[in-house]
């Protein structure tokens, strides 16, 4: 079975612009949850989507969005960049009980750098 | 506040030895905790899971314990070798949380001497 993928694997931005990440799945996973991974914070989690519908959502403003499709791919959103977003933000896939309830697989990550 | 602790300096042990880690975390009652592995440049791998109302799991030479009263899992590395050097994190899901559904640790950096 094919990993967990996600695209771009680098992205260069500058303040102001918005960047749209996608992650696709391990075949037959429904569950997909997006982290931020910052030297200073840590991972820390963003949002939780099952079956097209956001389950869970970390504390995080509402420049950062998501959504996920019928075939369970996800993207995320992030509008008006800061500095601050500057980070590796990586996705995982579970079957779809909870994140934290089973084996969660996650991808390399998008290293985002904004300027 | 809301938080997990990790030993937040690097943990240097000899090969063959057992490394132990620990996670404290104050504030929450998680019904799960997960232990991770993280290796540079790279995302974490899921290495164990333990339930609230279990004690101790193990798998190979991996092995997790898990005290809800003191607040805090333990994590296990027996007959260490150096391929087991990366960060270990753990993360849990606590049974009543607001908006901080699955929180992380920092993590812990394991170096195994050869």
């Known amino acids: 079975k094919a990993g967990v993928t996600q695209t771009p694997r680098y992205l260069i931005k500058t303040r102001g612009q918005q960047v749209t990440l996608s992650c696709s799945p391990i075949s037959g996973h429904r569950s997909v949850s997006w982290y931020q991974q910052t030297p200073g914070q840590g991972l820390q989690f963003l949002f939780e989507?099952?079956?097209?519908?956001?389950?869970n959502k970390g504390n995080f403003p509402g420049r950062f969005s998501g959504r996920q499709f019928s075939n369970s791919r996800s993207e995320m959103n992030v509008s008006t960049l800061e500095l601050g977003d500057s980070a590796l933000y990586l996705c995982?896939?579970?079957?779809?009980?909870?994140?934290?309830?089973?084996?969660?697989?996650f991808g390399p990550g998008t290293r985002l750098l904004v300027l | 506040s809301q938080k997990i602790e990790q030993n937040s300096e690097a943990l240097n042990i000899q090969e063959g030895k057992t490394a132990t880690l620990t996670c404290n975390y104050t504030n929450y009652s998680p019904a799960y905790l997960q232990w991770y592995r993280q290796d540079p440049g790279r995302g974490p791998v899921f290495l164990l899971l333990?339930?609230?109302?279990?004690k101790e799991k193990r798998k190979e030479r991996l092995k997790v314990t898990f005290d809800t009263t003191l607040k805090q899992s333990l994590f296990h590395i027996t007959a260490s070798q150096p391929a087991d050097s990366a960060t270990y994190l753990c993360?849990?899901?606590?049974?009543?949380?607001?908006?901080?559904?699955?929180?992380f640790g920092t993590g812990t950096r394991l170096k195994v001497l050869a």
């Open positions: 989507y099952f079956s097209e519908t956001q389950r």
């Open positions: 995982a896939s579970s079957q779809g009980q909870g994140a934290m309830q089973e084996t969660q697989y």
């Open positions: 993360a849990l899901e606590p049974l009543a949380s607001g908006t901080y559904k699955y929180i």
């Open positions: 333990i339930r609230e109302n279990e």
